[in-house]
Each structure stands twice: as structure tokens, then as C-alpha cells.
């Protein structure tokens, strides 16, 4: 058998082995003069043999080959079978679906898909729209709350409105007038009293309530005067009172013919979010809204949030401002504050907090205390309402002010350049040396103002005085930092270059506040992009918000919206003052959250450069300034009554 082997290897060509360092060996070993193969050797030579049967003599040596499957295959001559396009069909069964979509995130300008090209909630999905019912007694900051969640939201092209059943109930009542607008409540009226759709009682259109003397029973013909001269109902503490039977069934419809306006506007008018805003103090209350919804559409999303205050400073100071509200305006003062306080207390009656009910109903919720100072949550569902939460736990109520400006001109601004990393110019240089001069000589203005503020807080409160107006305005001013954020742009940070010399200033530079990345476009003039590319051109100024610049790292509007996201939750969050020195871009995202506006208005805002804004947050909103740099005498002159507006110049 071995000189069978012996014979056999001398009339076959060694097959080559690879070694571990990469060169080529003998397959065999000498061995007392004789070629003797080790046992794996002489396996491989018989598998050449068989190898040589099938395929020939090997004259040359062959190629390695690995024993794969696709090596056997043999390609088909035959055509191939058409491609068959996939249909839509129900894969879980041959039922209708009937389960809701899936609740899953929608970010504008982020996310998209075919039933919501632009991101945002589409109408088939209503189980990721929310109804925000909110809960508490008065003076709790429920307003304050809802007009920063319906401000950031719809900041976040989140269609949302506020709906507010005070003001329909004094529209009931023949305290406000009633316009009779066929369209939804907006949120954006200065005085808080919105625009109103006709209530319907009972099914049916209700004359306007008057009262001659306080009724047994709800009889609304009965009180109606040919005169057409009427009385209007009596909202003192005792319409609120729990035992008045009457009151309450107004309240109580009133209350349901806004929800109805409401969900009307989500399930009809597009929209994605709706605030009911009102005390829904009690258990029955909160789940007759649950109920009403349920009955309409059991699969909307249902959102408490409750706000509770046992600070007796932040009370006080909501308290004080209810009497500047329609409810009590032109009023005496001392008797106004105590009508109120009675009110509270025919509340505090019969209130009860959220708490085992909606626990054992599985509906989510969320307790505000002290206006974010402490924050609960409970079985939170989708991403609107952990996005609301984690929103709310950013909220205080610190003095402070907010500045917003664009770097000083930079070489590219003179060459009408979009984008790039250039420096400033010398006139540029000029800006930022006038820039900090004026914000050291404000902040130590500020801080005398507010000194003096509670130095003269005295009660009544004079017209425009809410004294007090923050819980924090007892603690020491004078330990407030000031920030300077910049963008990581050159011209970003020699802007600030006379902070950053100044060791009272603490400056950081921030990625998320370079200007807007034009992609391809970076570093050409609107000129020639018109010449060049023609259509992009046209496709921008169609639609500037939904625009995105073509190319590596091009963005558009909406995802400067998105990576500022967590940029305004810093804002809100910190109690020190801040500058934002920044970009055309940027600086209208920011300035649109700030001053709520439509998404028409965003991508078109007029923020040309020497231009500062100020913002001041308070108790009942912000207090806002605008400047602009007088480059002759280096210094910053107040726009009076600056209202936004469109821009002109395109370069600018």
C-alpha cells in the first residue's frame, strides 16, 4: 500500500500548501532517503487524483478553491419571472385592521413617512394626539403652564391650541362678549379673552343667561327681556360655591361644550394637540370629560396635568394677578382679593387631587408643585407626553434676563456669502466692544430696578405693578451669573472676545448654535445660486421652513428647530442671566419660540445684524425689548413699540 502511494507521488506534481508565514512548502519530508508523505498529504493527493479524473491532467498548477455552494451554481439561460409589486394588505388577519397606528415619534424635518412626508402627526394616527386636561384650583398657574406647553409645542410644528372654559363661561355668563366665531379658541389674544363658537345647551343654541335673582332651576327662556336690556349673571365666590346646583350645571355644560370645540379641532381640524384649560377639580368632573372623549373617540391620547402650589409667595403673587383678569378688572383692588380668596376657598371644598382614580383607570398624569419644582409623572404613554414632562421639570420662575443678537459683520457679510468660517471685519470688531459695554452698563441697571421694585412693593398694587412677582425675588441679585453662548464660528466668538477678557462673564461655545449649513451652497451668494441652480432657488422660496439645502451636512430650518431643542430647555432651566450670540438662523428659531410664532413666519423673520433683543421672563409671560446699534456713537438705541417683522433684504 505505501509503494502504491510512493509510486503514485512520483508521477503527480506536489500540490503547494501555504505556510503560516505566508510561503509556499514541500507537502512532503526526507526521511532516510526516502519521500515518505505524512497522512494528511497523502489525503489530499487522492483527492487530486479524483480531482484529475474529472477535469484532466494538471500541466500547471491550480488555483485554491473553496467548497462554497454558489461555486456549483449554474447560471440559467432561461428569462427571468416578472417582479411581482407588493400589495397592501391587512397581514394579521383578513379582518380590518382595528387596532390604533403606532404611537411613535414625529419630529418635523427629523422623521417622515408616506401618510406624513413632513414629519408631523398625520390624521389617521389619533392615537398619538393628546387631549392635555388640565387640574387644579385657581391662582395654581394653570394658564401660565398651558401657554408655554401650547407655545413650545406648536414651536415644534406641533399643531396645539388652548382652549379655555373660563373664558366661554363668561361669555355664558354675559361677562365678555360673545363673537360668535365659527372658528376654534386661539391662545394668542393679549387679554386672555378668546374668541368663542356659540354654546349650545341642551342641543339646542341658548339665549344669553341673565339673572334677576339667584334661580332655583336652570330655566334660561325664563329670564330671557323683550327689552333685550339684560343683567348679567353674578360671578362672585358664590357661582362657585359646590352647592349653588345651578352654577354648576352651567359650569359643568360649559365646560363640555368646550371639550366639544376641542375635539372637533383634533379630529376634524388638524390639529395634533388640544388644552383644555379649567380647574376639573373633582373626581366626577374629570371623568365626565374622560367619558365625553371615550364616547367620541376611544382612541385619543389623555393627558392630566395638575398644578399645585404650597408656596405662599408664588400664591400671593398669582392671587394679585387675577385682579388685573377679566373677571375683575376695573375693580376694587382689597375687594377684589378678597372675593377671589373666597372663591379658592368654595373650590378647596370639594376638591380632590389626582391621585387612585386615574390610577385605577390606567390614565396617565403629571403634578406640577410650585411650578416645576417638583415634578411627579404617572404611566406617561408616547412621546408627546414624556416630551411635555420632561418640558415641565425645566420651568422656575427666577429674575433674570434673556439677550439675543447676531455676531458683529464678518468678512463673508461684505461678500453677501452664505455659511462659511470667516472672521470679522473691523467695523465687526467695533460691534463687540459696543455689545459688552452696553450689556455691563443693563445688567447692573437691571439690578438696581429690581431692587428698587422691592423697596416699593406695597398693596394695592399700582396699574402694571405685580408685586410681588417672582418667589425667588427675596434671595440675593447680586450672586447672578451671566452667561455668554456662543456658536463654534469664528465670528461667533470674537464677537464675544471683550466677555471672554472679563472674568465676570463665563462664555461658552455651543455646536448646536452654528449658523444653518447651507451644504453646497456654503460659500455662494443668493446671486449665484439663482444662476446656477435655478430650481433650488425657486424649490427655497416657495417653502423656506421645509427647505433643505442639498448636499453633505445640508440643513434647513427644521433641524435647527431640532438640535435647539434641548437649547430651550437650558434656557428655561438656568436662573442666571444669558447672551445668545449667534446666526440669522438661529437667532429666528429662538426669537419664534420666544414670541410664539406661526410657522408662516419663522424662516422670514427680519433679524438683521446690530440688531439685540431682550427678554425677561415673568410670572404672566415675558417683558420684551429690541435695540439697535448706533454705530456712530458705540452704543445700542431702544426700538419703541418693536413689533416683528418680515425681512427685506435677503443678504442682510
Given at each position: 500500500m505505501t509503494s502504491h502511494l510512493v509510486a503514485s507521488t512520483q508521477s503527480v506534481p506536489s500540490s503547494p500548501t501555504i505556510s503560516s508565514n505566508g510561503g509556499k512548502q514541500s507537502p512532503t519530508s526526507r526521511h532516510d532517503g526516502n519521500i515518505l508523505p505524512p497522512p494528511a498529504v497523502a489525503h489530499a493527493l487522492r483527492s487530486l487524483h479524483e480531482l484529475d479524473s474529472r477535469t484532466g491532467p494538471l500541466?500547471?498548477?491550480?488555483?485554491?478553491?473553496?467548497?462554497?455552494?454558489?461555486?456549483?451554481?449554474?447560471?440559467?439561460?432561461?428569462?427571468?419571472?416578472?417582479?411581482?409589486?407588493?400589495?397592501?394588505q391587512n397581514s394579521g388577519s383578513h379582518t380590518p385592521r382595528v387596532r390604533p397606528h403606532a404611537t411613535t415619534l414625529n419630529i418635523p424635518g427629523m422623521t417622515r413617512s408616506k401618510v406624513s412626508p413632513d414629519g408631523r402627526i398625520p390624521a389617521r394616527d389619533v392615537a398619538?394626539?393628546?387631549?392635555?386636561?388640565?387640574?387644579?384650583?385657581?391662582?395654581?398657574?394653570?394658564?401660565?403652564?398651558?401657554?408655554?406647553?401650547?407655545?413650545?409645542?406648536?414651536?415644534?410644528?406641533?399643531?396645539?391650541?388652548?382652549?379655555?372654559?373660563?373664558?366661554?363661561?363668561?361669555?355664558?355668563?354675559?361677562?365678555?362678549?360673545?363673537?360668535?366665531?365659527?372658528?376654534?379658541?386661539?391662545?394668542?389674544?393679549?387679554?386672555?379673552?378668546?374668541?368663542?363658537?356659540?354654546?349650545?345647551?341642551?342641543?339646542?343654541?341658548?339665549?344669553?343667561?341673565?339673572?334677576?335673582?339667584?334661580?332655583?332651576?336652570?330655566?334660561?327662556?325664563?329670564?330671557?327681556?323683550?327689552?333685550?336690556?339684560q343683567e348679567k349673571i353674578d360671578q362672585s365666590a358664590k357661582f362657585f360655591d359646590p352647592k349653588n346646583e345651578t352654577a354648576a350645571k352651567l359650569r359643568e355644560q360649559v365646560a363640555l361644550d368646550t371639550l366639544d370645540e376641542l375635539l372637533d379641532y383634533l379630529l376634524d381640524g388638524g390639529g395634533a394637540v388640544g388644552i383644555l384649560d379649567a380647574t376639573n377639580s373633582t373626581i366626577q368632573r374629570r371623568k365626565l370629560l374622560v367619558d365625553h372623549i371615550k364616547e367620541r373617540e376611544p382612541k385619543?391620547?389623555?393627558?392630566?396635568?395638575?398644578?399645585?402650589?404650597?408656596?405662599?409667595?408664588?400664591?400671593?403673587?398669582?392671587?394679585?394677578?387675577?385682579?388685573?383678569?377679566?373677571?375683575?378688572?376695573?375693580?376694587?383692588?382689597?375687594?377684589?382679593?378678597?372675593?377671589?380668596?373666597?372663591?379658592?376657598?368654595?373650590?378647596?371644598?370639594?376638591?380632590?387631587?389626582?391621585?387612585?382614580?386615574?390610577?385605577?383607570?390606567?390614565?396617565?398624569?403629571i403634578q406640577m408643585i410650585d411650578v416645576g419644582r417638583k415634578v411627579i409623572h404617572h404611566r406617561l404613554k408616547g412621546f408627546l407626553s414624556s416630551g411635555i414632562a420632561s418640558y415641565l421639570t425645566t420651568f422656575?420662575?427666577?429674575?433674570?434676563?434673556?439677550?439675543?443678537?447676531?455676531?458683529?459683520?464678518?468678512?463673508?457679510?461684505?461678500?453677501?456669502?452664505?455659511?462659511?468660517?470667516?472672521?470679522?471685519?473691523?467695523?465687526?470688531?467695533?460691534?463687540?466692544?459696543?455689545?459688552?459695554?452696553?450689556?455691563?452698563?443693563?445688567?447692573?441697571?437691571?439690578?438696581?430696578?429690581?431692587?428698587?421694585?422691592?423697596?416699593?412693593?406695597?398693596?394695592?398694587?399700582?396699574?402694571?405693578?405685580?408685586t410681588?412677582?417672582?418667589?425667588?425675588?427675596?434671595?440675593?441679585?447680586?450672586?447672578?451669573?451671566?452667561?455668554?453662548?456662543?456658536?463654534?464660528?469664528?465670528?461667533?466668538?470674537?464677537?464675544?472676545?471683550?466677555?471672554?477678557?472679563?472674568?465676570?462673564?463665563?462664555?461658552?461655545?455651543?455646536?448646536?448654535?452654528?449658523?444653518?449649513?447651507?451644504?453646497?451652497?456654503?460659500?455662494?451668494?443668493?446671486e449665484e445660486i439663482a444662476q446656477k441652480y435655478p430650481e433650488e432657488y425657486l424649490k427655497r422660496s416657495r417653502d423656506k421652513l421645509q427647505y433643505i439645502y442639498p448636499g453633505v451636512g445640508g440643513e434647513g430650518y427644521l433641524q435647527v428647530i431640532s438640535r435647539l431643542r434641548d437649547m430651550v430647555r437650558e434656557i428655561e432651566r438656568i436662573t442666571d442671566h444669558v447672551l445668545i450670540i449667534s446666526h440669522r438662523s438661529v437667532c429666528r428659531v429662538l426669537m419664534a419660540y420666544f414670541m410664539d410664532l406661526t410657522r408662516d413666519d419663522i424662516a422670514d423673520l427680519d433679524v438683521p445684524l446690530?440688531?439685540?433683543?431682550?427678554?425677561?421672563?415673568?410670572?404672566?409671560?415675558?417683558?420684551?425689548?429690541?435695540?439697535?446699534?448706533?454705530?456712530?456713537?458705540?452704543?445700542?438705541?431702544?426700538?419703541?413699540?418693536?413689533?416683528?417683522?418680515r425681512t427685506v433684504d435677503r443678504n442682510n
Open positions: 500541466d500547471k498548477p491550480q488555483p485554491v478553491s473553496y467548497d462554497s455552494p454558489y461555486s456549483r451554481s449554474i447560471p440559467s439561460t432561461a428569462p427571468g419571472s416578472p417582479r411581482i409589486p407588493p400589495l397592501r398619538a394626539k393628546l387631549v392635555i386636561i388640565m387640574v387644579g384650583l385657581p391662582a395654581r398657574g394653570k394658564s401660565y403652564i398651558t401657554k408655554k406647553i401650547q407655545r413650545y409645542l406648536s414651536w415644534q410644528q406641533h399643531d396645539t391650541r388652548i382652549f379655555n372654559v373660563g373664558n366661554r363661561r363668561r361669555i355664558a355668563a354675559g361677562v365678555a362678549p360673545n363673537t360668535n366665531s365659527p372658528s376654534p379658541t386661539s391662545a394668542a389674544v393679549e387679554d386672555g379673552l378668546a374668541q368663542a363658537t356659540t354654546i349650545l345647551l341642551n342641543g339646542r343654541k341658548a339665549p344669553e343667561i341673565v339673572v334677576d335673582d339667584e334661580p332655583t332651576r336652570l330655566d334660561l327662556n325664563h329670564h330671557r327681556r323683550p327689552s333685550g336690556n385619543l391620547g389623555i393627558l392630566f396635568i395638575e398644578s399645585i402650589c404650597h408656596d405662599e409667595n408664588l400664591l400671593e403673587a398669582n392671587m394679585r394677578l387675577k385682579l388685573s383678569g377679566p373677571d375683575y378688572r376695573d375693580k376694587d383692588p382689597v375687594k377684589s382679593l378678597e372675593d377671589f380668596k373666597q372663591r379658592v376657598k368654595a373650590y378647596e371644598s370639594a376638591y380632590q387631587p389626582l391621585g387612585k382614580y386615574e390610577e385605577d383607570n390606567d390614565l396617565q398624569y422656575n420662575l427666577s429674575p433674570r434676563q434673556i439677550w439675543i443678537t447676531r455676531h458683529g459683520q464678518s468678512v463673508d457679510n461684505q461678500l453677501h456669502k452664505l455659511g462659511g468660517d470667516s472672521e470679522l471685519t473691523e467695523r465687526g470688531h467695533y460691534y463687540g466692544q459696543a455689545l459688552y459695554s452696553f450689556i455691563t452698563h443693563k445688567r447692573k441697571e437691571w439690578l438696581i430696578e429690581q431692587k428698587n421694585k422691592i423697596a416699593r412693593s406695597s398693596f394695592p398694587p399700582q396699574p402694571g405693578d405685580h410681588p412677582p417672582y418667589p425667588e425675588l427675596y434671595q440675593e441679585l447680586d450672586d447672578k451669573n451671566f452667561c455668554i453662548w456662543t456658536s463654534m464660528l469664528k465670528r461667533s466668538i470674537e464677537t464675544a472676545e471683550y466677555f471672554d477678557a472679563d472674568e465676570d462673564y463665563d462664555v461658552k461655545a455651543w455646536e448646536m448654535l452654528n449658523e444653518l449649513n447651507a451644504g453646497t451652497f456654503e460659500g455662494m451668494t443668493y446690530g440688531i439685540l433683543y431682550a427678554i425677561e421672563p415673568k410670572p404672566y409671560g415675558i417683558e420684551f425689548h429690541a435695540y439697535k446699534y448706533n454705530e456712530e456713537l458705540a452704543w445700542f438705541d431702544e426700538l419703541p413699540n418693536y413689533k416683528p417683522q
